[in-house]
């Protein structure tokens, strides 16, 4: 199939309501690594001032998973998360604008561990993590081309 990857990139921003919600922006992708952008708005926070955690976690999968699958295409593959591990540096505010970075540390046949890191828009470190993804034929997704 040519061109999986874009195809695969541009239903994924179609069907993922938690992205679309979220207001997650992709900016770029390719070659095991993804660019996000995300604004820290009102319903994202925990506090009156501070963005909940799950927001930054469920940002940091999409971040991770996207350079997953950038890899996992070129053998008509989708990504599902294994495990993955994250330390919060520094909390994200209201009005904050976060990029996230992701890419692959190292990729085999069906696993793919990925890295990811959120800046905040000072440059300064918000998050990291790294990620187990589970490669697997996109037909078992229900999806069809």
């Excluded at 679309?20 to 660019?35: H, P, Q, T």
């Amino acid at each position: 199939m040519e061109n999986f990857e874009e195809t695969l990139i541009s239903i994924y921003q179609q069907t993922n309501q938690f992205g679309r919600f979220n207001e997650m922006e992709l900016l770029s992708y390719g070659n095991g690594k993804c660019e996000y952008k995300l604004e820290v708005k009102s319903h994202h926070l925990a506090t009156p001032k501070t963005a909940h955690g799950g927001l930054v976690a469920g940002y940091m999968d999409g971040i991770m998973g996207v350079a997953a699958l950038t890899s996992s295409a070129k053998n008509l593959c989708l990504v599902s998360t294994v495990e993955f591990k994250i330390n919060y540096i520094k909390p994200a505010f209201k009005g904050d604008v976060l990029k996230g970075l992701g890419s692959i540390i190292s990729e085999g046949k069906r696993i793919i561990v990925a890295k990811g890191e959120i800046y905040n828009q000072n440059d300064e470190l918000v998050a990291v993590a790294t990620g187990t993804f589970n490669a697997y034929p996109y037909q078992k997704s229900g999806m069809h081309f």
